[in-house]
Structures are given as structure tokens and as C-alpha cells.
């Protein structure tokens, strides 16, 4: 399984990676990771005339803190995700979820913008980056932009960038206190893509849920927020019932797709049991006890 | 981290072009390290680095099982760090340090973890064996006493049909031991 | 004769060369001047090929060739080879190097690219253009069975290859007669042996001395080397066929004259230049058989005590788009399911039917985990009906130790044989099994699990499995002035631990260090007369091949030594390398002096030595199998939420008589555990309607990673076979094959409040969800 032939250039700037972007245009494509790329490239599913290979970038690759957002460069190795306790402290849901995205050895390269900029509908990142509201950084020729991850994930496999484009860094927000974080997933084996994963945020004000967000993976070509859920968490009472309630009802309303490895139905209902255990947990990481 | 020693072919610009831009090339000349010897070629940037450890330098040990990054048979070291070189081109690698299955043991007697291998019936065929064992190799340089759930994450990332892991896991737990690093 | 080696968990002889990177697997093979090959594959199920177009691939820069069926000679265009007749198999259909008419299965070759790399020749394959007229395929399996389905053969008036029945007794009396009588209907869908290597095949042909040199990754290197011959218009002995190190066979690498192990060979020799082709992933879901797919209708007759009185089973056999291979599948289905019970009539019946799939061979099981699963459900049936202890239930119908030789009653094994059991202690193996997992506890313990919420529950199943068939294997065993001894077999080595385990053998018979016997395996230049490795036959076979040639040997050695110690061969002893007198340890020369003493330059050799040197060649030719038995245990927890299961626990007990390595064979029952887990949980060959293969990639076709595979307790029961001089029953497939029978009865057993009863294999944690909430929603069976 032998790649297409193309031919191969690595910038060492974003700015040059938009010239050369500009150039070369649809027939171009940014190499990050390569974890999932380099398969379709293999696989001659993806035949691009021209690698755009921006690892040489480091200036892409940090994690700070600005405010009250944590900013994660494009090119950051989930790796370094992984093993960062100031991920863990101040993004606990990435850091969490992160441990979910493949096995090491992916994560050696695999990167966090090329997760997101993939947008495979059963990863974990775009879940987490829509729970918390995320934004996605774009460089293009003509300036800056941040996008909402509604407006960024546009579809299976398909993102808001254009082929000009680069996405450059994500700010996930560092949540206030009592707030609480989870991510869960049920996939065939370890490390495989979820089935149906969720990443839950709950903030609390004493025993009532203040705000609550409800993120889904593996049921719909991109993350999936539960909004009318959501909305009907927002102020109720942080109990067992009200979060298995919310949970059925967010679970309801999706419509996931069957394939080879699970049906339609297993999906929602594995959807609502994990929107459950992702509740409970986000609920008692909150400082909520439940009830 | 050093400059990228790769060195692009010269290239035609045309003249109405506003600026000079790198120009995306077929074949490059890279230079990196390879079990601790620099090596120099020219390459086809689609080739990948599996390939050109194989096929350019002979160091058929590295093998290929899928060559889409799910069975790890390919796994080398980079710069010290667990990779699938099925995933990386070699033109990739420029500049890096690369460690395969051949640099464990360069004499006669066996790496450490290769005897645990050995000793716990750590493999049966041996196709899947030196992905196995790099990534072993990087995991217990990084841990001196990893813990079980580590070693099973690390693993976590190789097939093999013909052991049933066992053997596999009882041997990087006692190279764990054995090996003084 | 003392044993220091046989029975002993030594490290393996290979393991350095392969830990070291320094193995030689077939795509390790370099030749100067090779050239690459890639195969332009049908796109398609089933369609007639109107027009080949490769006029742009051959212009292509690099590119050598690009042959299609019509630039092959006629010896090699048309079927290759049929394998193993059967009377029952009518229509013997088999494979072409090249498709240049009709394409039957999506992965069929129909066009060779030679090329100066793997790149560029796949590169070329983009540039050659098939025009083709699509037909209709018949794709699942009992619609190709039926009348007025699309043919696969169009020469054919079905897709009915082959009908056979095997049976003993009277069914029909005792069904008639029968108080109990319960059906049931089990489907194990297709999966692939999928080793870690794929296929590659490597020719080099020499036309100064005309001798061809194949490297191939296959079991049957010898066997390859005679249809080559013959195929290819070659003397025997000027072909060689060696299968170097081998990165996993588990059975369809046993398969012989793949398309590709002729037409590369063939484009060696007429491009006079060496061509390797390496199946890739991708290829090898399309291009190397497959197997599994069989559908089950059985029943069995019981007494009010649970007693058999008959079973039967009509059951339907996926062959693929070909069958090359023959009946072994079914034909081993059909004739394992008595398992260890005492069965007075049986009936097993089957057709093995065409689909416009990849072919079918054995893989690992070989049709033995399918009659294991139907006899086991059958078995947990009969105990839940008539509520009987499971266990109880298999006590009663146990063929006891004092009943073997046992016969079945007039079936015939996959050799041809008359089915009957050489020796066994199914109690005793079952008693065990039940003692290590705790069965006799285990009431108490599941409530306990279930008080805290968790469903866990206890499976078990045993299986008779037939093992060390022939016809035959061979032998040679040569001591060299060196004092080191060098066996050469006709068996092939895929990780099995040929290379330790026969010279523990012959270091045992000789008296040398295992270490300085030095096995050769699968090269057909070192020895020429064999089958192949499969089937759990190649220590049986081989191994006892070896013995002879070992046991030979010495007693040469005895003679030889005897004359230049000057004394009589019964005082001699071998041990340490030495040939000495008995008490008197000075009195000693070294095995190698021996063997430089038996090969004089000039003088005079004794008649009785027959020919100089220390070597033998001999053959075994069992006269019919071995029957190795065991049961598996284990405790399996099922999430019912999100369909996940997780062993707890998981026990082997296994009779394969004496052990050679115990760390050998307890390393192939855990790698075939491992396997059969894929099995039941994880693989599953996914075709869609028009025939496309949906799962082609590690991505979707799933191998359990180490967090899918449980430590297994393996423990034994020794009853040595009467058919062999080691006393030996062949081991290689007894991981897999309960283990489907195994999961069920577990997962039964855990969702017994729902009234679960698992009748399929793979399940994934969907589907059993949707077993779960069907078994919920059922009316309560009568």
C-alpha cells in the first residue's frame, strides 16, 4: 500500500505555510501528525499533489495560559497533552479525553489541531472542544479568525477550513471553580475510536446544577452538543433522576447512524447511559454529592 | 532543535512570482541518524520511512504488517520516542535520531529486554517482535518501575497473533526488573 | 533411554536470530536486480471481463510487464490444481492465475504489473483499465444454496458444490422413539486468520542451470515445489522451495497454488530477472482465503436423564468462489461434533455452496470450533430444558477411559480414516477444568456478583480434537565432525518452535546439548518429501519422524563408537556431547570423532553399518489421528449497558499426551485463545449485497489487543496416543477452538435472568444488546 506520487515541502513558518497554501491550493495538504493522513495516503484514498508538512513548525507546538483560556498550538503532540499537569489542572476534561485518542504510540505524533482540523465523526477531541465551547484559531492569507466549534465541525470528515486556510491554536476555557469535568467512551477495544463517547461539564451553585453542557461522539458526522438537554439541567436539582432524565431526553433526539460495528439503536442507547455516567461523574468532580 | 538539514533540490522560479517560495520537491537528499550512524540519501519524498529503512539501509529487521498504523510491527524510535515509521515518510525524519530493532544488540549478546523476551516466551514468529520490543525499550527508559497499567497502555498499541500477550507482558514486567538502566 | 530435554521448558533455539532482527521473512529475501510485482484485482464480485486496456501501464517509466491471462502459457491459464477429491465433491472449482474471462470474488488477479518498485507498480495499476459486464452475485450464503441463484459457475446448474452425508446408527429411529427432542439453529460468520505477515512469494530463476528458487510464505514448501514442477514444465529437482521464517500461517498460508505463487514464479522466469510480490494488508482480506462461515440446523434426542440418544445436523458451508482446498472444513465440522459423548446415532449432513466471495480453507479450528459450538449449545440446551446440572449433564454422556479405542460409529475423518478415539480421560480433563474455575461454588458466587450489581457468568466447553493426521513426514538427521547434529524435516515453522522442540528430541536421543542441534524446516532443497504444516500434526508427524531418524542415528553411533572404543554397544552411553562406557568415564570419544570415524577417506567400512557417516532419514506415517481433548472455563462479566464483556477469569485444561516444551504449548493454547476471542467477540468479515468486502483494513477487521486477552491457566491431562512412538497428540489448534462455545455458555449463564441464549458467533456489544432486549421482549419459551 504504497502512497500516490506527490511532491513534498515543509515550511517553517505559518506564514509560508499560507503562501504555499495559496499556491498550490486544493491540490495541497497539510501533513501534521500523519496518523490518520498518512493511512488515507497509503490507502490512495487521498491523493493530494502537494504535502504541505508543517512539523517543522515548534513555534505551533505550546500550552498557555492567557486569561482565563488555556491556548494549545496547533502542532502540540497529544503526547505532550497527556503528559502536561497543567492540562490536567486547567483542562482536566482535554486531559482526560486525551488518554482515549488512539494508543502512545499515535500520540507520540499525532497532534491536536490535526485531530480537530481531521474531524473523524468518532473522535474524542471534537467532543471535548464543543463541550467547553472552544475556539478554534484559523489563519488565513486575509488575517485571523476564531471559530465556534458549530461553526468550525461542518460534517463527516469536514471542517470550516478552506484549503488556504491553517488552523493554528484552540483555547479551551479553564472553567470556573465547581466546575466538573468527564469524559467517557465505549469502543470495540481499547484505543479504537468510540462507539458513542460524551463529555459532560457540570458547574454547580450548592445542590443545583448552574450550567450544564453535554457533548456526543460516534452519533453524527461531527460532535453532537445536547442543547435542549442542556437547557432543561440548567437550574435543576443535581440528582440521579434529573441526570438520567436528561440524559434519555439528550439521547432521544440523536440520530446516529448504523454500520458494521453497532446499530443506530445501540448508539443512542449506549448514548444516554454514558450521558448518565458522564453527569454523575462531572457532577461529584464538582463537589456535588449525588442524591 | 538543530536546523532541519534538509537540503531541496534548486528549483525554477518564475520570475512574476511575488515572493520567493520553497518549492515543493519529488526527491530530496536528507541526512539523519540511524542507530547511532549518520546516513545520507536521496529519496522519493513518498517513500516511507519504513521503506527506506528496509529497502535503503537494509535494516529489514522493522516490518511492515498493515502499513496504516494499527499493527505497530513497524515501530522504531525517533528521537527516543515510539513512532509508526508505516505513518512517517523518510524525508520526515531529517535531522532526527532514529533507533531500530538492530541497535539493541549490537554484539553478540542480547539487550536486556530481549533475553526477558526469551526467557518468558515473549514471541512465537517474531514478525510482530521488534515493534514490540522498541516500544518496550522506550517505555522502560522512561519508567524504571512502570506500572502494569502503563506497560498494557504500551503495549496496548501492537497486534500479535501468536502469543495471546501474555508471555509479552510477564517479559517487559521482568525487564523491567532485570534491566538496570 | 534417559529423557534430560523432552518435557522441558528450555528457551527456544530460534529466539536470538529473531529478537535480533536478523530473521528472514520472505519480503527480507534480497536478490540483485529484483523486480516488484503488483495485481490489478477485480473491482467487482461476479462480472465477465469484455476488454483489458494496459498499453498506458506498460508505457509507464519503470514499469518491466504487464502480463494478463492471455499472456500466459496454457499450462498455467486455466484452474489450478484441485487439492483434495472427494467423492461428494462434484464440482472440484478452482482458482486461475489470471481471471481473463470471468471474475468471481472481489480480489480476483486478473492483470501482473513487474515493475522497478512496489511504488511504481502500483502506479501502473491506476493505468490499466478493465472494462467489465457486471453480473449478479450471490453473496449470502443460504440464498446461493437456493435454486435460481445467481451461479458462480455458470457451467453449473446451482452453487451446489458438494452434498455429503456422514452418518451412524438410525437417526430416525431414535429421533422417533426420543422422550426429548431440541432444535436449534447456529450461524458463525466468515473471519480471516489474519497473521501478522501476509503473503509474499519471491522467484529467482537461473537459466544457465535452469534451476528456480522460490521463496514462499507458505506451510507447504514441498508441495509447492511439486505443483511448480509440474505446472511450470521444471524437473523436481531443479525447483526449490523455501519458506524462510514465517510471520504466522494458522492455515490459509497452507493453501497451495494461490494465484500468485504461479504467475510470479512464471514472470520470474521469462523475465529472467528475480520478482517479488508482498501482499499487502488490503490485498490479504481479498486475496487470502478466508473461513467460518458455516449455518448449523441441529437437534438432539435425549432420555428423561439427559442421555443422548441421537444428534443431527443440517448444516450449510460457505466454499467461496472456489474450492480448491476441498471438504476439510465441513467434513471436520461434521466429524468433531460428537465430541467426547457417547453418541449411538448421528447424522450430520451439509453442502458446501459457491458465493462470489474469496475462497475458503481452514484457518486455525478448521471447522472443529463450529461442531464443538453445536454440540456444547446443544449440551447447555438439553441441561436447561430438562434441568439438569450442565455439568451432570456431560458426566452422564462422557466416553469413559476404559472405552478408547472408541468408535464413532462408522464416520470418516478428514484423512479418510475410520473415526476412532485413540485414548482419552474426558472426566478427569472436565473435573479439573470445573475445580480450577470453581464451578462447584459458583452458585453462591454469582449471587454474590449480582447483589452488587454485576452480571458475571461461568461458561465451559469441551472438544475432542483430532489431531496428527497423514499421510506422512520425513526426517534426516546427520552429526557432523563438529560434533554438532543437523536435522532436516519436511514440516515448515511458523512460530510453532520447531527448531527447539525436535532437537529437544534428537538431543535427548544423541546425548548433545539442544543447543547444538540445529533444525532446518520448510526448504524443500534440504528435504524433499512432505506435506506441511497444519492441522496440529506437525509434532506428531514430524516429531516422530524425527525420533526415528534420532533413534537411528544412535544406534549407529552405538556401532561406530563400539568399534573405536573397542567394546560392545550395549556398554556405550551417550551423554555431554561424548560417546562413553558405561562407569567407565574415561573411556570416551567425542560425537563427532564418531562421526568423522564412520566416514573413512580410504579403507573399508563394516556391511553392517549400511553407508558411511551418522546419518538416517526416516519417515512416520500414522495410521490414522490422534485424538487431543480439553475444556476451557471462564468467568465473564457483561455490562448489559453498553454490551462490553471482560474475563474475569479463564481456565485451559489440555490433553495432548506427553509435552515436549510445556512453555511451547502453553504459548500456542494462549495465542489460540487469543484467536478464538477474535472469534467470538471482535472479527467478523463484513460482505455487503453486491459482494464488497466492508471490512479490509485492521480498522474495521479487529484483532484483540492485549486488553482484550485474559492470563489463562493453562493445567494438562496426560494420556499418551498408542499411534505414535513419542505417544504424542498434536496441540496447534486447541486455543481456538472451544472458545465461541465457550463465550456463549458464559454469556448465557450471565444473562440466564433474561433468558439469553446465544446462537451466533462473532457477537460485538450491539448486537448482544439486541440479543438481550429480543430475549427481554420474548414470550417465555414453552
Not at chain 1, 491554536?169 to 475510536?193: K, M, S
Request: aromatic residues 6%; neutral net charge.
Amino acid at each position: 500500500m504504497k502512497p500516490a506520487p506527490f511532491r513534498y515541502v515543509a515550511p517553517r513558518s505559518v506564514d509560508e505555510t499560507l503562501a504555499l497554501l495559496a499556491e498550490h491550493g486544493a491540490e495541497g495538504k497539510i501533513l501534521a501528525g500523519g496518523q490518520s493522513l498518512v493511512p488515507l495516503l497509503n490507502m490512495r484514498l487521498a491523493r493530494p499533489q502537494v504535502i504541505v508538512d508543517i512539523n517543522g513548525i515548534r513555534s505551533l507546538a505550546y500550552i498557555r495560559r492567557k486569561d482565563d483560556h488555556l491556548h494549545v498550538g496547533a502542532l502540540t503532540r497529544q503526547r505532550a497533552v497527556e503528559e502536561s499537569a497543567t492540562v490536567r489542572r486547567q483542562v482536566p476534561l482535554l486531559g482526560e479525553a486525551i488518554r482515549f485518542v488512539g494508543h502512545p504510540q499515535i500520540r507520540t505524533r499525532g497532534t491536536v489541531g490535526g485531530s480537530l482540523a481531521h474531524a473523524d465523526p468518532s473522535a474524542e477531541l471534537p467532543a471535548v472542544a464543543a463541550a467547553l465551547d472552544a475556539e478554534l484559531v484559523v489563519r488565513s492569507p486575509s488575517g485571523e479568525r476564531a471559530l465556534s466549534p458549530g461553526e468550525f465541525f461542518a460534517g463527516y470528515l469536514t471542517t470550516a477550513l478552506e484549503p488556504t486556510e491553517v488552523l493554528t491554536e484552540i483555547r479551551f476555557p479553564v472553567l470556573p471553580e465547581r466546575t466538573g469535568t468527564a469524559f467517557v467512551e465505549v469502543a470495540r477495544r481499547h484505543g479504537d475510536f468510540a462507539l458513542v463517547g460524551v463529555a459532560a461539564v457540570v458547574r454547580r451553585s450548592d445542590g443545583t446544577i448552574a450550567e450544564a453542557r453535554l457533548a456526543f461522539t460516534g452519533v453524527g458526522p461531527g460532535p453532537v452538543r445536547a442543547r435542549g438537554a442542556e437547557g432543561r439541567l440548567a437550574g435543576s436539582a443535581g440528582t440521579s433522576r434529573v441526570f438520567a432524565d436528561a440524559a434519555r431526553e439528550a439521547a432521544a433526539r440523536l440520530d446516529p447512524e448504523s454500520d458494521i460495528h453497532a446499530t443506530a439503536q445501540y448508539r443512542r442507547d449506549v448514548a444516554a447511559t454514558l450521558a448518565r455516567r458522564a453527569l454523575e461523574l462531572a457532577w461529584q468532580r464538582s463537589g456535588g454529592r449525588s442524591r | 532543535m538543530s536546523s532541519d538539514r534538509v537540503r531541496a533540490t534548486p528549483a525554477r522560479v518564475p520570475a512574476r512570482r511575488k515572493r520567493r517560495l520553497r518549492e515543493p520537491q519529488s526527491t530530496m537528499t536528507i541526512q539523519f541518524m540511524v542507530n547511532g550512524e549518520t546516513v545520507e540519501r536521496t529519496v522519493e519524498v513518498r517513500k516511507t520511512l519504513a521503506d527506506f529503512l528496509r529497502e535503503d539501509l537494509g535494516l529489514t529487521g522493522t516490518h511492515l504488517g498493515c502499513e496504516h498504523g494499527v499493527c505497530g510491527a513497524c515501530t522504531v524510535l525517533l528521537n527516543g520516542e515510539p513512532v509508526r515509521s508505516c505513518l512517517l515518510f523518510a524525508v520526515q525524519a531529517a535531522g532526527a535520531a532514529i533507533e531500530t530493532v538492530e541497535s539493541l544488540a549490537p554484539g553478540d549478546a542480547l539487550h536486556p529486554v530481549q533475553t526477558a523476551f526469551r526467557e518468558h516466551h515473549g514471541l512465537q514468529c517474531g514478525f510482530c517482535t521488534p515493534g514490540f520490543l522498541m516500544s518496550a525499550v522506550a517505555l522502560l527508559r522512561d519508567h524504571t518501575v512502570p506500572t502494569d497499567e502503563q506497560i498494557l497502555e504500551t503495549l496496548g498499541g501492537h497486534l500479535c497473533r501468536c502469543t495471546g500477550y501474555q508471555g509479552i507482558v510477564e517479559a517487559v514486567r521482568a525487564a523491567a526488573r532485570t534491566w538496570q538502566r | 533411554m534417559p529423557t534430560r530435554w523432552f518435557g522441558e521448558r528450555i528457551p527456544r533455539n530460534e529466539d536470538p536470530r529473531l529478537l535480533t532482527g536478523r530473521g528472514m521473512y520472505v519480503d527480507d529475501v534480497r536478490r540483485p536486480g529484483t523486480l516488484h510485482a503488483a495485481f490489478y484485482r477485480s473491482p467487482h464480485a461476479h462480472a465477465r471481463i469484455l476488454r483489458i486496456a494496459t498499453d498506458q501501464a506498460k508505457a509507464l517509466p519503470g514499469v518491466v510487464a504487464v502480463v494478463t491471462a492471455q499472456d500466459l502459457p496454457e499450462r498455467i491459464r486455466g484452474p489450478l490444481p484441485k487439492l483434495i477429491p472427494h467423492p461428494a465433491l462434484v464440482h472440484h472449482k478452482t482458482q486461475v492465475a489470471l481471471a481473463g474471462e470471468v471474475v468471481r470474488h472481489v480480489g480476483e488477479p486478473i492483470a501482473l504489473v513487474v515493475a522497478e518498485s512496489r511504488y511504481i507498480a502500483e502506479d501502473a495499476l491506476e493505468l490499466i483499465a478493465v472494462e467489465f459486464e457486471v453480473l449478479p452475485a450471490a453473496v449470502d450464503l443460504e440464498a446461493a444454496a437456493k435454486p435460481g441463484a445467481p451461479r458462480v459457475h455458470a457451467d453449473m446448474a446451482d452453487n451446489i458444490a458438494a452434498h455429503h452425508i456422514q452418518r451412524a446408527g438410525n437417526v430416525e429411529e431414535a429421533f422417533a422413539k426420543a422422550p426429548h427432542v431440541f432444535r436449534e439453529r447456529f450461524t458463525m460468520d466468515r473471519g480471516s486468520s489474519a497473521p501478522m505477515e501476509t503473503r509474499g512469494v519471491v522467484a529467482e530463476w537461473d537459466p544457465r542451470s535452469h534451476q528456480l528458487t522460490v521463496w514462499d510464505s507458505t506451510q507447504a514448501p514441498i508441495r509447492i515445489r511439486n505443483y511448480l514442477s509440474d505446472l511450470l514444465g521444471l524437473p523436481q529437482a531443479n525447483v526449490r522451495v523455501i519458506a524462510p521464517d514465517i510471520g504466522g500461517g494458522f492455515g490459509p498460508k497452507i493453501m497451495m497454488c494461490y494465484p500468485e505463487e504461479i504467475s510470479i514464479p512464471w514472470a520470474a522466469m521469462v523475465l529472467e530477472r528475480p520478482v517479488k510480490w508482498i501482499e499487502d494488508r488490503r490485498e490479504h482480506f481479498v486475496a487470502t482465503n478466508h473461513e467460518r462461515l458455516q449455518i448449523h440446523d441441529a437437534e438432539i434426542a435425549v432420555d428423561a436423564d439427559g442421555r443422548i440418544l441421537g444428534v443431527r445436523t443440517t448444516y450449510l458451508h460457505d466454499c467461496g468462489a472456489y474450492c480448491a482446498y476441498g471438504l476439510t472444513v465441513p467434513i471436520v465440522s461434521g466429524t468433531t461434533l460428537p465430541g467426547p459423548y457417547k453418541i449411538p446415532n448421528y447424522h450430520a449432513e451439509y453442502r458446501a455452496v459457491f458465493t462470489n466471495k474469496t475462497q475458503t480453507s481452514p484457518y486455525r479450528g478448521a471447522g472443529r470450533p463450529h461442531g464443538v459450538f453445536v454440540m456444547e449449545r446443544l449440551m447447555d440446551r438439553v441441561a436447561r430444558e430438562l434441568g439438569i446440572d450442565r455439568a451432570e449433564v456431560r458426566r452422564r454422556n462422557f466416553i469413559q477411559p476404559h472405552e478408547f479405542p472408541y468408535d464413532l460409529g462408522g464416520l470418516i475423518y478428514q484423512d479418510g480414516v475410520r473415526l476412532v478415539y485413540d485414548s482419552g480421560n474426558y472426566p478427569e480433563v472436565f473435573r479439573k477444568t470445573l475445580d480450577h474455575i470453581g464451578y462447584a461454588d459458583w452458585a453462591a458466587q454469582k449471587a454474590r456478583h449480582r447483589r452488587e450489581g454485576r452480571r458475571v457468568g461461568l461458561g465451559f466447553a469441551f472438544y475432542v480434537e483430532g489431531t496428527g493426521i497423514g499421510p506422512y513426514e520425513g526426517c534426516r538427521i546427520t552429526v557432523e565432525p563438529s560434533g554438532k547434529v543437523y536435522v532436516a524435516t519436511s514440516v515448515g515453522t511458523q512460530g510453532q518452535g520447531h527448531y527447539t522442540s525436535f532437537a529437544q528430541i534428537v538431543a535427548d536421543a544423541l546425548g548433545t546439548d539442544v543447543r547444538d542441534v540445529i533444525v532446518t524446516t520448510g526448504d524443500s532443497g534440504a528435504f524433499g518429501w512432505g506435506t506441511g504444516t497444519f492441522a496440529s500434526r506437525a509434532a506428531v508427524v514430524a516429531g516422530n519422524a524425527v525420533a526415528l531418524a534420532a533413534g537411528a542415528v544412535r544406534q549407529k553411533t552405538l556401532q561406530v563408537a563400539a568399534t573405536l572404543l573397542e567394546a560392545r554397544g550395549d556398554d556405550l552411553e551417550l551423554a555431554e556431547g561424548k560417546v562413553f562406557v558405561r562407569g567407565v568415564p574415561g573411556r570416551a570419544v567425542m560425537l563427532g570423532q564418531v562421526a568423522a570415524a564412520a566416514n573413512p577417506l580410504r579403507g573399508v567400512i563394516p556391511q553392517e553399518w549400511e553407508g558411511p557417516g551418522l546419518e538416517a532419514t526416516r519417515y512416520f506415517a500414522p495410521p490414522s489421528g490422534a485424538f487431543a481433548a480439553g475444556c476451557h472455563a471462564a468467568l465473564i462479566e457483561v455490562d448489559t449497558e453498553t454490551g462490553l464483556i471482560r474475563f474475569l477469569r479463564y481456565v485451559v485444561v489440555h490433553d495432548c499426551g506427553p509435552v515436549i516444551n510445556p512453555m511451547i504449548l502453553e504459548g500456542q493454547v494462549r495465542g489460540g485463545v487469543a484467536q478464538g476471542i477474535g472469534n467470538a467477540f471482535y472479527e467478523k468479515l463484513v460482505y455487503d449485497e453486491q459482494g464488497q468486502l466492508l471490512t479490509q483494513t485492521f480498522m474495521d477487521y479487529l484483532l484483540p489487543t492485549v486488553a482484550e486477552v485474559p492470563a489463562v491457566e493453562v493445567d494438562h491431562v496426560e494420556t499418551p496416543s498408542p499411534l505414535n512412538p513419542l505417544g504424542i497428540k498434536g496441540a496447534g489448534e486447541a486455543g481456538v477452538i472451544p472458545v465461541p462455545a465457550l463465550v456463549a455458555s458464559a454469556l448465557d449463564d450471565a444473562l440466564s435472568e433474561e433468558g439469553v441464549r446465544i446462537t451466533e458467533m462473532p457477537l460485538s456489544p450491539s448486537r448482544l444488546r439486541e440479543i438481550l432486549r429480543e430475549a427481554q421482549t420474548a414470550p417465555t419459551p414453552a
